[in-house]
């Protein structure tokens, strides 16, 4: 991991888009840099980051958009992935993201 982020009190791994992937469960951003800081484009949530990656519907328009990482925090318990994807995009809005907003 080259480096980590913090979103809402939440540490993430940084990572480039072409990383390898475990089959970990967890919250993924995919972030772009804006006036040097982070910009999430979208939050979601994944069973398996290596199956999610796979074949994204939003990963084509997230690269499109500006994105430059893939911030990730592993949460093997599906209903701590579902209160902190909602949080998070609650307080961060980020645009390719038309759920839960």
């Known amino acids: 991991m080259s480096q ?3 979103w ?3 540490q993430f791994g940084v990572y480039p888009p072409n990383s390898s992937w475990s089959s970990a469960s967890g ?3 995919f972030a772009g ?3 040097q800081r982070w910009r999430p484009l979208y939050i979601g949530q994944a069973s398996s980051f290596q199956q999610r990656f796979s074949n994204h519907e939003k990963w084509n328009t997230a690269l499109k958009n500006g994105m430059t990482h893939v911030h990730a ?3 093997g318990k599906q209903s701590d992935r579902d209160a902190i994807e ?3 995009i ?3 809005q980020p645009p390719l993201n038309d ?3």
Do not use: M, P
């Open 4 to 6: 980590t982020a913090i």
């Open 8 to 10: 809402s009190g939440h």
């Open 27 to 29: 919250i993924y951003i």
């Open 33 to 35: 840099i804006e006036n």
């Open 73 to 75: 925090l592993g949460i």
């Open 86 to 88: 909602k949080q998070l």
């Open 90 to 92: 609650s307080i961060h």
């Open 99 to 101: 759920k839960l907003k």
